[in-house]
T-cell receptor
Framework: DADVTQTPRNRITKTGKRIMLECSQT?????MYWYRQDPGLGLRLIYY???????NKGEISDGYSVSRQAQAKFSLSLESAIPNQTALYFC????????????FGPGTRLTVL | GEDVEQSLFLSVREGDSSVINCTYT??????LYWYKQEPGAGLQLLTY?????DMKQDQRLTVLLNKKDKHLSLRIADTQTGDSAIYFC?????????????FGKGTKLSVKP
């Protein structure tokens, strides 16, 4: 079984709709991240969390919100989706050991029409 | 702020060596990382180097670090078609809007038979 799972894997929605992307992990890591990936722009950090109920804004948090109610789950919400939020979204967990290794989920492809 | 730069594309022939280059800005990074993203998947840690080292070799992979110039490279010997992927260089950050890792935009390696 995958250590970091994301649901849904693909989603098409319309402008103005509220969308929630879910991330679950079985690695027992405290730290979790949400990134979006766009061609030519690489990965950009949206939000991250170092513990339950700890929330930190990333570079591009506008238009997004997150919730970390349990250690294993970190959800990302788009309150009112817009077309320029069409992207590939990745959740990641991080080991707080010596090496900052991040473990990525398989990604959610979101299309906003 | 910190930034990580890498070229976006590299094309090589099967059997040749590939060299992917990266420059970074934060000289206080303890570790520097190379992540690999295969098509349709999330990123996976490929290798990393401790900042006190100049070189690290792991089978077909050689990482070279020039701290003075803040230059990191990844050499893949005897490149295979299965090495086709996007390779991300990453340096450490320490919180703020960039989280714990700052990723470059990724270099897409294409291997031609």
């Amino acid at each position: 079984d995958a250590d970091v799972t994301q649901t849904p894997r693909n989603r098409i929605t319309k402008t103005g709709k509220r969308i929630m992307l879910e991330c679950s992990q079985t690695k027992g890591h405290d730290r979790m991240y949400w990134y979006r990936q766009d061609p030519g722009l690489g990965l950009r950090l949206i939000y991250y969390s170092f513990d339950v109920k700890d929330i930190n804004k990333g570079e591009i948090s506008d238009g997004y919100s997150v919730s970390r109610q349990a250690q294993a789950k970190f959800s990302l919400s788009l309150e009112s989706a817009i077309p320029n939020q069409t992207a590939l979204y990745f959740c990641a967990t991080e080991s707080s050991d010596l090496v900052n290794e991040q473990f990525f989920g398989p990604g959610t492809r979101l299309t906003v029409l | 702020g910190e930034d990580v730069e890498q070229s976006l594309f590299l094309s090589v022939r099967e059997g040749d060596s590939s060299v992917i280059n990266c420059t970074y800005t934060d000289s206080s990074s303890t570790y520097l990382y190379w992540y690999k993203q295969e098509p349709g998947a999330g990123l996976q840690l490929l290798t990393y180097i401790f900042s006190n080292m100049d070189m690290k070799q792991d089978q077909r992979l050689t990482v070279l670090l020039n701290k003075k110039d803040k230059h990191l490279s990844l050499r893949i010997a005897d490149t295979q078609t299965g090495d086709s992927a996007i390779y991300f260089c990453a340096e450490e950050s320490y919180g703020g809007s960039q989280g714990n890792l700052i990723f470059g935009k990724g270099t897409k390696l294409s291997v031609k038979p």
